[in-house]
């Protein structure tokens, strides 16, 4: 349905149109015989014109009135799943402040809140479908670079440096995701990028924070090997020896969390024990023990950590493993500044 008081100007440009028009054909058959073949092929250039305008208008006025139909029955149902999102919303909240006043309701509660989610991701998922006909060829390429992600997390252990068929996949993956991203809208590429970076810091944070709850400590998995540039081996180590864990550098990566002995010297690169990026869990690393992992030699405070067990040199990939044990319970504040972690320690403490 055409929006007259929107397009008023349009249409009174259209009737203007319309009216030059009649006219130019009524001047034209009134000089039939009397007009030269010059006024002639002026008239008929005047009414070229305004046929052209004419249609245009006409084109432009009705397209745009059943775009925006079109649009507004997608916003019509976009805010109905609002709504719906909302009363679930409410509802839980309801549920919650009753849980606060009576205690003995807390597990119900988290019952219904649960509930309340589930629903409440269904009807997220429902209105994203309801926006497939406008946007599908957008939504299909963002759970396509979802899926990459997952991939490229998946491919290894994300032990450093990376072997030559995982450093080939990764690229191969990223390039992937490069192009993907290219076909997307500008503000569903940060959407992207943000809520990756964010997910991947909150479940590598809830990783390590629950192994450190469930064990009072954190064992960490490293490894030396020849062309990783360390400026000691393992030789002059034996299980019980006290290491230092900080950042430093694993062959071209700075930032990468490192094993040091007593003289400051790298003895090898720590592998990461989250399932995202290797970075994640550096930076993971630096929230559950609350300080920046820096080397003694540069002034900072490094984690210290016991030797427990040395692996022969692998003849194959000309590794040594080790593992070191961080002797260290995770603080309240951590806990508490995380959701997950604080949930966790009280279904923890309830079941024990």
Same mark, same amino acid.
């Given at each position: 349905?055409?929006?007259?008081?929107?397009?008023?100007?349009?249409?009174?440009?259209?009737?203007?149109?319309?009216?030059?028009?009649?006219?130019?054909?009524?001047?034209?058959?009134?000089?039939?015989?009397?007009?030269?073949?010059?006024?002639?092929?002026?008239?008929?250039?005047?009414?070229?014109?305004?046929?052209?305008?004419?249609?245009?208008?006409?084109?432009?006025?009705?397209?745009?009135?059943?775009?925006?139909?079109?649009?507004?029955?997608?916003?019509?149902?976009?805010?109905?799943?609002?709504?719906?999102?909302?009363?679930?919303?409410?509802?839980?909240?309801?549920?919650?402040?009753?849980? @606060?006043?009576?205690?003995?309701?807390?597990?119900?509660?988290?019952?219904?809140?649960?509930?309340?989610?589930? %629903?409440?991701?269904?009807?997220?998922?429902?209105?994203?479908?309801?926006?497939?006909?406008?946007?599908?060829?957008?939504?299909?390429?963002?759970?396509?670079?979802?899926?990459?992600?997952?991939?490229?997390?998946?491919?290894?252990?994300?032990?450093?440096?990376?072997?030559?068929?995982?450093?080939?996949?990764?690229?191969?993956?990223?390039?992937?995701?490069?192009?993907?991203?290219? @076909?997307?809208?500008?503000?569903?590429?940060?959407?992207?990028?943000?809520?990756?970076?964010?997910?991947?810091?909150?479940?590598?944070?809830?990783?390590?924070?629950?192994?450190?709850?469930?064990?009072?400590?954190?064992?960490?998995?490293?490894?030396?090997?020849?062309?990783?540039?360390?400026?000691?081996?393992?030789?002059?180590?034996?299980?019980?020896?006290?290491?230092?864990?900080?950042?430093?550098?694993?062959?071209?990566?700075?930032?990468?969390?490192?094993?040091?002995?007593?003289?400051?010297?790298?003895?090898?690169?720590?592998?990461?024990?989250?399932?995202?990026?290797?970075?994640?869990?550096?930076?993971?690393?630096?929230?559950?023990?609350?300080?920046?992992?820096?080397? @003694?030699?540069?002034?900072?405070?490094?984690?210290?950590?016991?030797?427990?067990?040395?692996?022969?040199?692998?003849?194959?990939?000309?590794?040594?493993?080790?593992?070191?044990?961080? %002797?260290?319970?995770?603080?309240?504040?951590?806990?508490?500044?995380?959701?997950?972690?604080?949930?966790? %320690?009280?279904?923890?403490?309830?079941?024990?």
């Amino acid at each position: 349905m055409i929006d007259f008081k929107q397009n008023w100007l349009r249409i009174v440009s259209f009737f203007l149109l319309l009216i030059g028009s009649i006219l130019l054909i009524a001047i034209q058959v009134s000089l039939t015989n009397s007009a030269t073949k010059l006024e002639t092929s002026l008239l008929n250039l005047f009414q070229f014109f305004l046929s052209i305008g004419f249609t245009w208008l006409l084109s432009k006025v009705v397209f745009e009135s059943s775009y925006k139909e079109s649009q507004k029955k997608l916003a019509i149902a976009a805010f109905r799943r609002i709504k719906e999102i909302e009363r679930n919303i409410e509802r839980t909240q309801g549920y919650v402040n009753s849980a @606060k006043k009576d205690g003995d309701k807390a597990s119900e509660c988290l019952e219904v809140v649960d509930f309340s989610l589930v %629903n409440a991701r269904d009807t997220i998922r429902s209105s994203i479908s309801d926006w497939e006909d406008v946007i599908g060829e957008e939504l299909a390429a963002a759970d396509r670079i979802q899926d990459l992600v997952a991939e490229k997390n998946e491919i290894s252990l994300n032990e450093l440096p990376e072997t030559k068929s995982e450093t080939e996949a990764k690229e191969k993956i990223d390039h992937e995701i490069t192009e993907l991203k290219v @076909k997307l809208p500008s503000a569903m590429r940060r959407n992207i990028s943000r809520d990756d970076i964010e997910r991947s810091q909150v479940e590598a944070v809830y990783e390590l924070g629950k192994t450190m709850l469930e064990k009072g400590c954190l064992e960490l998995n490293g490894f030396w090997e020849p062309r990783g540039e360390f400026m000691a081996s393992l030789e002059s180590l034996s299980v019980g020896d006290t290491v230092y864990i900080a950042r430093g550098m694993a062959g071209n990566r700075l930032g990468a969390i490192m094993a040091y002995d007593e003289n400051q010297n790298s003895i090898g690169v720590i592998t990461n024990r989250t399932r995202g990026p290797y970075d994640t869990f550096a930076q993971a690393m630096d929230t559950v023990f609350e300080r920046r992992l820096i080397p @003694k030699a540069l002034g900072g405070e490094p984690l210290h950590g016991e030797i427990v067990e040395i692996e022969p040199v692998d003849t194959k990939s000309e590794r040594q493993y080790f593992k070191v044990k961080v %002797n260290r319970r995770l603080r309240n504040k951590v806990i508490n500044d995380h959701p997950q972690l604080k949930e966790y %320690n009280k279904k923890r403490q309830s079941d024990g």
